[in-house]
Structures are given as C-alpha cells and as structure tokens.
C-alpha cells in the first residue's frame, strides 16, 4: 500500500529554525553556557510578565498561529509585547530571540495561562528525520523502511535505514534518555517517541490507577516539568504502558 507523504508542520517554528541554521549549527548550541542555566529561574520572571500584561489587558502577549498548529507549539509568547509594556527589560538568554534553543510558549491558556519551553534541537531533528523518511518513501514506491512495529498505528524509525547516523540528542524530561523517533504507518509523519519519558513519570508518581482509558498522557509531561512534549502525537495507557495513537 502507498503511503501518503507527512502533512507540513506550522510555517512559524520553521522559519524560525530556518534563520537559526543560517546563524550556525544548532546542536552544539547546545553547550552554550546561557542554555545551561536552569530554566525555571528564566521562566518565573517570564510568568509574572504574562500574568501583569493578561491581567492588564484582558488578553495574551502571543504571535499568530495556524489553525493546524499543534497543541503544544500553538502559543508562542511575543517578548516583543511584553518589552514594549515595560514588563520585561530583556528577553531570556536562553531563548531563541536571543541566540537561546528554546521557544517560550503557553499552555493552558484559557483556564490557567502558563509558561513553558520548546526544545528547539529536538524539533529540528525531526525535521532532518521527517525529509529523510519522505525523499525514502518517494523513491521506494510509497513504502517506508521495515521498522520494529509498536502497534497497529507506528513504526520505530531506525535512522539508519535512511541514510542518517544515530542521533544523541537528550531528552528534556530526563537527560539520561535520548530521543527516538516513531512514524505513522499511514501518513508517514515522524514524531518523538515520548514512551520512556510518560512511563517513567506515570510510575514515578504512582499514577497507573488512576489514568483513563481515553487520556492523552502528554499533559503529565508537561504538569511535571518545565517543557512541553513538541512534534508528538497523543499517548494513552494500554497494556500497562503507553502506547502511541493517531491525533483526534
């Protein structure tokens, strides 16, 4: 069976991750010593920014987004608002404003309007991935590389199969894991695997007994940490792990 080509994601983050390529190489960026700094200490000066200026104004200090554009990446803040209110004197040096790998976002934002980050490296190795996977299914027929099947839904993409070394980029939830990678058997669309991560928090906090059957787990992540869970699909528990599900 063909398969279809991966959709294309929002035009904001790329572009954005385009004029950061143009600047320099964005994985090693990620030594920089601004990039180092705990990001809580970044995000609450952020925070109280956002609640003065929604308080304020009765609005949200973000940019633009497409209607396509996926939960967690939808709310990018505008520092520029916030500097132009005389709310935040300069923008976080681990921002991608300032040279930073990390995008500001919201969550929440109609109950609860709160800060958190997108790891711009692992979003961009997506992208390295995801052209990979289409020039591969584009030249095999419409078919993908033989992956490890995870259910009915997902492959795991062995990277290597398309012509891509290993990548060792860590994961922002617990940075002895590193990043894998998971395509829809139907559309082709590459994602983060989160598995690891959801399990480890869920066992963590003893919250097995406690998950619906229909719930996305991807707001633990983002519940129990400073980010939010960027190029992923929805995740629910089944069989006493997570398993990855096809968005609604």
């Not at 969550?107 to 800060?115: I, M, R």
């Not at 070394?165 to 590459?190: C, D, F, M, P």
């Not at 983002?222 to 995740?235: D, G, K, M, N, W």
Request: proline share 6%; net charge neutral; hydrophobic share 35%.
């Amino acid at each position: 069976m063909k398969r279809r080509l991966s959709r294309k994601w929002p035009g904001l983050v790329l572009t954005l991750l385009v004029m950061l390529a143009i600047s320099g190489c964005m994985y090693p960026q990620e030594l920089r010593k601004e990039n180092q700094i705990n990001p809580g200490e970044f995000i609450t000066v952020v925070q109280q920014a956002i609640d003065t200026y929604h308080s304020k104004t009765g609005v949200l200090p973000i940019k633009n987004s497409e209607m396509n554009t996926p939960l967690y990446e939808k709310y990018v803040i505008d520092f520029g608002k916030l500097q132009k209110s005389n709310l935040l004197s300069t923008v976080p040096a681990n921002s991608f404003e300032s040279g930073g790998i990390f995008m500001y976002v919201l969550v929440d934002p109609e109950t609860k309007p709160t800060v958190k980050l997108m790891d711009l490296s692992a979003y961009q190795s997506v992208d390295d991935v995801q052209q990979k996977m289409n020039d591969y299914i584009v030249k095999h027929g419409g078919n993908q590389p033989e992956g490890v099947a995870i259910n009915e839904l997902f492959n795991y993409v062995d990277v290597t199969k398309l012509g891509l070394k290993a990548k060792e980029i860590k994961s922002v939830y617990n940075r002895k894991n590193l990043i894998s990678y998971i395509v829809n058997k139907q559309t082709g669309e590459v994602s983060i695997d989160y598995a690891m991560d959801i399990n480890q928090a869920v066992q963590s906090g003893s919250l097995a007994n406690t998950l619906k059957p229909d719930e996305d787990l991807r707001h633990i992540l983002v519940e129990q940490s400073y980010f939010v869970p960027i190029r992923s699909t929805a995740y629910v528990w089944k069989n006493n792990q997570p398993m990855p599900m096809a968005q609604p």
